[in-house]
Nanobody, 116 residues
């Protein structure tokens, strides 16, 4: 079993930056494809960025060039650096770890609010 704990959310002005962190427990972190999702009020949860167990990354078009995902297997952690934040980035952000067909773990979420 894996537990995921997010931190780093908060209130930031447009154009500002935040760094989200996700700490994992358990022994299978290296096998997990890790991702950050977000869900805004009234909208479906969407994938923001992913870092696979093999080291590749991908991003939603809306955040390309502004967000960077990184993972440190030795620390069992994944981070999301968010720059040039926009009001439309406001959402609850969730950390996810999965192995297709086997595991699907979620954190409790952290609120990010971009507002002046």
């Amino acid at each position: 079993q894996v537990q995921l704990v997010e931190s780093g959310g908060g209130l930031v002005q447009p154009g500002g930056s935040l760094r989200l962190s996700c700490a994992a427990s358990g022994s299978i972190f290296r096998r997990l494809d890790m991702g950050w999702y977000r869900q805004a009020p009234g909208k479906e949860r969407e994938l923001v960025a992913a870092a696979t167990s093999g080291g590749s990354t991908n991003y939603a078009d809306s955040v390309k060039g502004r967000f960077t995902i990184s993972r440190e297997n030795a620390k069992k952690a994944v981070a999301l650096q968010m720059n040039n934040l926009k009001p439309e980035d406001t959402a609850v952000y969730y950390c996810n770890g999965r192995v297709a067909g086997l595991y699907d773990f979620w954190g409790q979420g952290t609120q990010v609010t971009v507002s002046s």
